[in-house]
């Protein structure tokens, strides 16, 4: 989930670099908590009267509430979902044209009378295959006109802004009409006379 959102620039300049972990302030300060927390529990808890049977269980359940794992940011932001989708069919045709065609060879070594059908469908499958990856590259042109990303003359994005703009602005302005009218008493009165 944390992967899945965006990352802020104050969150990249706490992320790792490529060759190696970078620590930050913070993580530092825990770790030198974690060095010896015994002693200062043990000091802390003669201050506070606590038995010392109870003073080891303490530090030991806050000394390993560590995360499994530090997340790190994507390295590629995430495709999006139109896009994501026919690639994952454009894949899926692709193993499956390839299992036809393997199918096909071996059922024309054996000699079968399958190989016929399978080798008639492997075609159609080829066929098939390739207007599923020509759609991942259609589909990821259209996105990306469409929210904003080439920025062309050509680029539909502009408007649709524009026109989301406007119809928020005029949804505003009839909710203050209407605000208007029900501060005044709204009799449904048409003129002012």
């Keep these: 989930m944390g992967s899945d959102t965006v990352m802020g620039t104050a969150e990249r300049r706490g992320a790792p670099r490529a060759g190696g972990v970078q620590v930050t302030a913070r993580q530092k300060a825990v770790t030198a908590d974690l060095d010896n927390p015994a002693d200062e529990a043990e000091s802390m808890a003669r201050e506070a009267g606590v038995p010392a049977h109870e003073v080891g269980r303490g530090v030991r359940e806050q000394q390993y509430h560590r995360p499994l794992w530090v997340e790190e940011p994507a390295r590629r932001r995430r495709l999006p979902d139109p896009v994501r989708t026919a690639a994952v069919r454009s894949v899926l045709l692709i193993a499956l044209t390839l299992i036809q065609a393997m199918v096909a060879f071996l059922c024309t070594m054996a000699g079968s009378w399958l190989a016929f059908p399978m080798v008639i469908s492997s075609v159609v499958s080829t066929i098939v295959a390739t207007w599923g990856a020509l759609d991942v590259w259609v589909t990821r042109q259209v996105w990306h006109q469409r929210h904003g990303v080439v920025s062309m ?12 703009r406007r119809a928020r602005r005029q949804a505003r302005a009839d909710e203050r009409a209407q605000e208007r009218i029900r501060r005044r008493g709204g009799a449904g009165q048409l003129s002012h006379s």
Aim: charged share 40%; proline share 8%; net charge positive.
């Design 153 to 164: 003359p050509s680029s539909t994005a502009r408007a649709l802004r524009r026109e989301r």
